[in-house]
């Protein structure tokens, strides 16, 4: 079969998950434009531009002032389309994750399954802390991710580093849908120094000896762990109160705008880099979010080839 052109993107090369789940190179420049493709939601109603959004959303100012008098800072203020016209504040228990790793994953759509913009929301979500097993090779990541993908599961991975290739992979996987999947730093303090100990888990483990969140909310400056009631990570020390805006509007264009002028003021520079004392572990003492899960030898999928991209 004749080599067909790569696409301009470099992402556009990495690996992807196809459905049964396997690895290869994808050169289409079909998926170039998928994942290269930006797109904009029209506004709801013709606006005056000589007058800033904030004008046109001061319930919603009002209700980000309310939430920064709730929550130590702003990356404890999350927001979602609500599923009525009315806005309100509602309150909710969560675990503190550091921000997404790549601008990648963070779309103005819905291609990653979340209604507001520049975010993800995972679901069902497996939670794996690691951090030098990131840049092993994809081969030895796959036994897991095709088994979180036929439990119908998402999978969350926090480190500190990532080699390009797995990122990459992760990224065109979340994308095309085929593995619900995000990378993410841990929790940080004030200087951005990780707070919670590195604790190192295999990634060819199987999905089940991982901790299960109900829902995993992430965005550029933070990440968010929602479990449900009786799952482990409900009852840890680290569990903190968050201020959930339920956004609606007028119609779904309206609701849309109002969520992206959020997301933009809850991520201004400086509103996300005070200290937060009860998330803060000194760097010898064991987190109390995530198990530490013992390694266990490689095994590498049979059908993994080594392609030149």
């Known amino acids: 079969m004749a080599r067909q052109e790569r696409p301009s993107c470099r992402r556009c090369r990495a690996a992807t998950l196809a459905v049964p789940l396997h690895l290869s190179f994808r050169s289409e ?17 013709a606006r005056d531009q000589s007058q800033p959004m904030s004008h046109f959303c001061s319930d919603l100012v009002a ?4 939430a920064r008098q709730i929550v130590p800072d702003d990356r404890y203020i999350w927001c979602r389309a609500a599923d009525t016209f009315d806005t309100a504040l509602v309150q909710r228990h969560g675990l503190l994750l550091g921000g997404a790793f790549s601008p990648h994953f963070l779309r103005d759509s819905t291609a990653v399954g979340c209604d507001t913009p520049w975010a993800v929301q995972l679901r069902r979500c497996r939670v794996l802390t690691c951090n030098h097993l990131a840049k092993q090779p994809i081969g ?21 580093s990532i080699g390009s290739e797995l990122l990459n992979t992760f990224v065109v996987n979340a994308i095309r849908g ?17 707070t919670t100990r590195a604790q190192f888990a295999a990634p060819w483990i199987s999905p089940e000896q991982l901790p299960r969140v109900e829902e995993v909310w992430i965005r550029r400056t933070a990440s968010v762990c929602f479990p449900s009631a009786g799952e482990p990570l409900s009852s840890s020390a680290a569990i903190q109160t968050f201020a959930i805006i339920e956004t609606g509007g007028e119609n779904h264009e309206d609701q849309s705008a109002r969520l992206r002028f959020l997301m933009q003021e809850l991520q201004q520079p400086g509103n996300s880099n005070h200290p937060v004392a009860s998330t803060i572990h000194s760097s010898d003492e064991e987190s109390p979010c995530l198990p530490i899960i013992p390694a ?9 080839h080594n392609q030149e991209v």
């Open 29 to 45: 420049a079909s998926i170039a434009e998928t994942i290269c493709a930006k797109k904009s939601l029209p506004m709801a109603r």
């Open 63 to 66: 209700l980000v002032a309310k």
């Open 140 to 160: 030895s990541w796959l036994p897991l991710m095709e088994k979180v993908a036929a439990e119908g599961e998402s999978l969350l991975v926090v480190t500190d």
């Open 178 to 194: 085929t593995l619900p999947v995000c990378v993410v730093h841990p929790a940080g303090d004030r200087s951005g120094r990780t």
């Open 296 to 304: 266990s030898p490689p095994r590498l999928a049979h059908d993994f």
